[in-house]
């Protein structure tokens, strides 16, 4: 049972972050405050309406005041009953055909407790839609133009994706080539061999939507194993070679959401790691100053 005793409002018990993410997922929005680790009134409100799709509650009874044992273990039960469902459903498995070269030497693998974190990144390629173009690539899950969901490396291996964020984080690659700042084509890479000069691709809705259901069940399958995710990174982050990884369009698109909707962190405007760069003002406006 997740927990032993009723949590009250208030309440900042470990529990209650875990609960928050469970009923975000399981589309009981907390839209004011997210996952914020706080029993307050809006959690307390969707896990009444929870309650009620149970039926262990009416639909005439008041907001409950408290998350009780027996409710904690209907949403662990409707959580973990979600995540089988998409794990088995969505995703085109290619673990067992992966050479797996990309693995960490060092640290091949690790505990649930330890992820933390996802990494979003553009190919700057076009790998295409067959699974097996993507087999050179060290990333956990891809994400076709078509928005097909390729996983090629379990949650607990070490995959060697994201620089100084490998050891926390499971890293998703967006197949497509994009700006750095979406409107500005200089900001796009561009390979020394081309003869003309590529131009930006855009953000189809199919693969937008795969990225952000890749990134909940992502959440989700650590939460069922007992882990948290909290943070979401670009991986410019961790990189400076990688200034336009993974473009605004795609952070403003999916990274924005996965603060707004799910609760997480991309650590704030000072954020990076080892000779990484932070998050400049084009891709949010919170970070006033940051320069691309």
């Given at each position: ?9 208030g ?5 209650v972050t ?7 997922a399981?589309?009981?929005g907390?839209?004011?405050f997210?996952?914020?680790g706080?029993?307050g009134d809006?959690?307390?409100s ?31 039960m ?20 992966h ?6 030497v ?13 990494v ?7 790998l295409?839609?067959?699974?097996e173009?993507w087999h050179?690539?060290p ?7 078509a ?24 890293g998703i ?8 700042i ?7 890479w ?7 000069p590529?131009q930006?691709?855009?953000l189809?809705?199919?693969q ?8 909940q ?8 194993n ?10 410019r982050?961790?990189?400076?070679d990688?200034?336009?990884?993974p ?16 609760g997480?962190?991309?650590g ?18 919170r970070y ?5």
């Open positions: 049972m997740p927990i032993q005793v009723p949590l009250r409002k309440s900042e018990d470990p529990y875990i609960a928050q993410h469970q009923l975000i399981l589309g009981y907390l839209p004011r997210g996952a914020d706080v029993l809006e959690t307390l969707a896990y009444g309406v929870f309650l009620v799709s149970q039926g262990l509650h009416a639909p005439t009874d008041e907001r409950p005041k408290s998350i009780t044992p027996g409710g904690a273990a209907a949403l662990d409707a959580f973990k009953a979600l995540d089988q469902d998409r794990s088995e459903a969505d995703i085109i498995d290619e673990r067992a055909n050479p797996h070269a990309g693995r960490s060092d640290t091949p693998f690790r505990l649930w407790s330890k992820i933390t974190a996802v979003l990144h553009q190919t700057a390629t076009n295409g839609e067959r699974p173009r050179s690539v990333i956990h899950f891809c994400i076709t133009r928005g097909k969901v390729i996983q090629l490396y379990d949650l607990t291996e070490v995959c060697n994706h994201a620089n100084g964020l490998n050891l926390r984080s499971v690659e967006i197949d497509g080539w994009y700006a750095g979406e409107g500005v084509p200089k900001t796009l561009q390979p020394k061999h081309l003869p003309t590529r930006p691709m855009d189809p809705t199919v937008a939507e795969a990225t952000k259901a890749t990134v069940l992502i959440v989700n399958i650590v939460a069922a007992g882990g948290m995710v909290t943070h979401i990174h670009p991986h982050q961790s990189s400076e990688r200034q336009s990884d473009g605004s369009l795609i952070w403003q698109t999916v990274g924005l959401w996965a603060q707004d909707t799910l997480l962190s991309d704030g405007g000072a954020f990076a790691v080892g000779n990484g760069r932070t998050i400049p003002e084009a891709w949010d406006l006033t100053g940051n320069r691309y």
